[in-house]
């Protein structure tokens, strides 16, 4: 029988997230976490879900950009040192956002 939009296991995103490289084609993350999903014995998520999941995981990764720290300053969401912090390379959190 075939498995329509199952779950995906936390675990497999977890591994997602360990193996991902980004000098690596996401396709070859696919292959991985695919063969992670076999070995546990869980269903294959879809290739496009994991492109998703992979695009989101490397912009969390990235953290927040430096136009989005001057609009978060500008409005003063953040203080002004936090734009410092972040052209220094400390960093800053992401600010959350209302949707």
């Not at 992979?54 to 409005?75: C, E, F, K, M, N």
């Amino acid at each position: 029988m075939v498995t329509i939009a199952p779950r995906i296991s936390r675990r497999l995103i977890e591994e997602l997230v360990q193996l991902d490289d980004e000098r690596v084609p996401i396709a070859e993350t696919y292959r991985r976490v695919a063969a992670e999903a076999d070995r546990l014995g869980l269903t294959r998520p879809s290739y496009q879900r994991m492109r998703v999941l992979v695009h989101q995981s490397r912009q969390l990764r990235r953290g927040p950009t430096t136009a989005s720290v001057l609009l978060d300053v500008a409005t003063r969401v953040r203080p002004p040192e936090a734009f410092l912090e972040h052209i220094s390379g400390v960093g800053v959190p992401e600010v959350p956002r209302s949707k």
